[in-house]
């Protein structure tokens, strides 16, 4: 299997809630970056679901260099001490599905956001857009992946405040019906292997792809995405099975409740789905009467068989549960929330239309509540039969806010019946391994970089205790709960 590249944007600066800050070098090493000792903590051994009492973790530069019982480690003279005695301390998460937006608004709102959250690693499902073909940086609210490769060198000299990024292609969705089919807009075989390779050569780390790609057009591009190296990864396209797009290479499948893990497991498959494709196709369509009758007519036993295909292959779900949450989850309105003073205008913009949106082609959260409720059973079910799980939260969407969105997920994720030990691990160990980094990533032992969080209470008692956040460790630097605020 072909890793993605990981971009390892490291060294963090000051941090406040929407201003990016050149950090201070006085009495820091060469790279900004303190020696650290973490004393009389607990440490979350993330791998097997314990906690491991009355640790020291010695950081230095940007690693871990030991982690053992206090008694047997001995601090270096100089180190800066962190007191974790009461405390436990995890690796930095990382939220699997989340938008970038703009390069401003990036830089300025959502990476302090991120960090603050203790979110060290993100994986942006449509971070680039195309700047002299269609879709174009003027229609959508996008970076391009110039400018993510600028943020993780910035962010490297210490410059810029942001998480690691796995950087995803624009979503490669399709021409409408009254559109050609071009290379950069691909509706047939050539053109999707000759976007494949377009992709490639602007630097990617994977395709993004979408709902309403052709049939052909997927097999042709999964074809030519495995023959280039480049992982595909996203939406299943209507016209195509979960199944036959795991065979095909898909390397994740987003929004598990949602398209076509939903439409395999009905026992009325081929009617529903030619129903979905007919009201894609519409002038006005209108998904919830289908979405609701694929959940009455759920069988198991199909949805064992979709899991089991999915394990041999190697493909991963992220449930994105905070994009169907119930009635009484949405509130208060996101408008009335605390974080909304840190949305942009533009955001809020988006968010009042996209919430607009959503509602005319799905329907409202209280006729979908059946589907939540599916969505839930249906992700326990998934990983009771042995299928990968990794937590994303869907940041960008409305109500979701970057940062704190990951730790609700991991709440709801919980909430579906999940341990909280499968479920932190799905935000910390399960992407490193997904990312092929797990020499470096996802756990908290000696050679591991150290991105790190403290908490103040126990994850695998209350999934919850994520948000006790008392200091963040961003590749060894050390940010406080002051630094936080």
Request: aromatic share 6%.
């Amino acid at each position: 299997m072909t890793s993605t590249r990981v971009r390892f944007a490291a060294g963090i600066g000051c941090v406040t809630l929407l201003t990016a800050c050149a950090p201070d070098s006085a009495g820091v090493g060469s790279r900004g970056i303190e020696s650290l000792a973490i004393t009389g903590v607990t440490v979350i051994d993330v791998a097997t679901g314990t906690a491991l009492p009355d640790r020291t973790v010695l950081v230095a530069d940007d690693r871990i260099v030991e982690v053992g019982p206090t008694t047997e480690v001995s601090v270096p003279p100089g180190d800066t001490l962190v007191p974790g005695e009461g405390k436990y301390l995890i690796p930095g998460l990382w939220d699997m599905h989340e938008h970038t937006t703009t390069d401003d608004i990036t830089r300025e709102a959502l990476f302090p956001l991120f960090i603050a959250h203790g979110v060290t690693g993100v994986r942006s499902m449509a971070a680039d857009c195309f700047e002299d073909e269609t879709p174009s940086c003027e229609e959508e609210p996008l970076a391009t992946i110039l400018q993510v490769e600028a943020w993780e060198t910035e962010i490297a000299k210490g410059s810029l405040v942001g998480p690691r990024v796995v950087a995803g292609s624009y979503y490669v969705n399709g021409p409408s019906p009254d559109e050609p089919s071009t290379p950069y807009n691909p509706g047939t075989p050539e053109d999707a292997r000759a976007h494949a390779r377009i992709l490639a050569d602007r630097g990617v780390d994977f395709i993004k792809i979408y709902s309403g790609l052709d049939r052909d057009a997927f097999f042709a591009l999964a074809e030519e995405a495995r023959r280039i190296g480049l992982p595909f990864e996203g939406h299943v396209p209507e016209a195509v099975r979960a199944s036959e797009a795991s065979e095909a290479g898909m390397r994740s499948i987003e929004h598990l409740g949602d398209g076509n893990v939903l439409v395999e497991c009905s026992t009325q498959e081929g009617q529903l789905r030619e129903r979905f494709l007919a009201e894609i196709d519409s002038e006005a369509p209108y998904f919830a009467p289908i979405i609701l009758q694929l959940v009455e007519t759920y069988d198991p036993g199909r949805c064992a068989n979709v899991a089991a295909t999915l394990v041999r292959h190697g493909t991963w779900v992220v449930p994105t549960l905070m994009v169907m949450r119930l009635p009484e989850e949405l509130e208060p309105h996101w408008r009335d929330d605390p974080l909304f003073d840190a949305l942009p205008e533009t955001e809020v913009d988006l968010w009042t239309e996209y919430e607009g949106w959503y509602t005319a082609e799905l329907g409202d959260p209280e006729t979908l509540a059946p589907h939540a409720r599916w969505a839930r059973e249906l992700l326990r079910s998934m990983v009771e039969l042995g299928v990968p799980v990794m937590a994303g939260s869907d940041a960008g969407d409305p109500g979701v806010y970057w940062g704190r969105g990951l730790h609700e997920e991991l709440e709801l994720m919980v909430d579906a019946g999940l341990s909280a030990a499968t479920v932190l691990r799905s935000a910390t160990l399960a992407p490193a391994e997904f990312l092929g980094a797990t020499d470096s990533l996802g756990t908290v032992q000696p050679g591991k970089i150290a991105d790190l969080v403290l908490v103040d209470g126990d994850p695998l008692v209350d999934i919850a205790n994520t948000q006790r956040i008392q200091a963040v460790i961003v590749r060894g630097r050390l940010l406080e709960r002051a630094d936080l605020d």
